[in-house]
């Protein structure tokens, strides 16, 4: 079946914009993750959605950053005024929920965002 | 806080000469570890999933095994297919909570020639 697709794939913008990026999880799984990689590290966890409702916003790095779900399907993640540490790429994973094996996440291709 | 520390950092072999990357970590309430691998330019794909000390998992030429503190992957006769970087992740939560989060290390860039 389909798999994880993110929107855009690139983008790049201007300092102090803001920009929208969206992810289609896969059908069917009620947990959806952003995470956030910059060059030369790690995975940086951002937000965890469980339906419509996100109960850990805790590593979304600053108030300029937000997220929502609606259906329990599509999520946009909206990064205001844009700063040039913005620049990452930008990734969204789901999993069908909770328990073994149905937490395991899967990941989409990513958004690379670029912040001149 | 909970640490994943991946070595080494880079890694070249040639095609055929067999090599293992290590994951150190440190974490309270460990649910499982992942392996995931990744492309340039493309994300994470799934690997294995390892949620016991002394578990082993193999798909084609690679195992992963898992102690209390580190968990190996091993590759044994490498092509350069696999070239790629690996990711480790450790995954916590509680039942309490209702969801998992992964904490990654940074990966080791892996390079097979031909």
């Known amino acids: 079946g389909a798999g994880v697709s993110q929107s855009p794939s690139n983008k790049v913008t201007e300092k102090g914009k803001d920009v929208e990026l969206r992810c289609d999880p896969i059908?069917?799984?009620?947990?959806l993750y952003w995470y956030r990689q910059s060059l030369g590290q790690g995975l940086e966890f951002l937000i965890y959605f469980q339906g419509n409702s996100a109960p850990d916003k805790s590593g979304l790095p600053s108030d300029r950053f937000s997220a929502e779900r609606t259906g329990g399907s599509v999520s946009t993640l909206t990064i205001q005024r844009t700063q040039q540490e913005d620049s990452a790429v930008y990734l969204c994973a789901s999993s069908l929920g909770w328990g073994v094996p149905q937490e395991t996440q899967y990941f989409g291709p990513g958004t690379r965002l670029l912040v001149l | 806080e909970d640490q994943v520390t991946q070595s080494p950092e880079a890694l070249r072999l040639q095609e055929g000469e067999s090599s293992s990357l290590n994951c150190s970590y440190t974490v309270s309430g460990l649910r499982g570890l992942f392996w995931y691998r990744q492309d340039p330019g493309k994300g994470p794909e799934f690997l294995f999933t390892?949620?016991?000390a002394g578990e082993e998992k193999e798909k084609e030429r690679l195992k992963a095994t898992l102690t209390k503190k580190e968990s190996f992957l091993h590759i044994t006769a490498p092509k350069p297919e696999d070239s790629a970087t690996y990711l480790c992740?450790?995954?916590?939560?509680?039942?309490?909570?209702?969801?998992?989060?992964?904490?990654f290390g940074k990966g080791t860039m892996l390079l097979v020639s031909p």
């Open positions: 992740a450790v995954q916590k939560g509680s039942m309490n909570s209702g969801y998992s989060t992964l904490t």
């Open positions: 390892l949620y016991s």
């Open positions: 059908s069917g799984h009620t947990a």
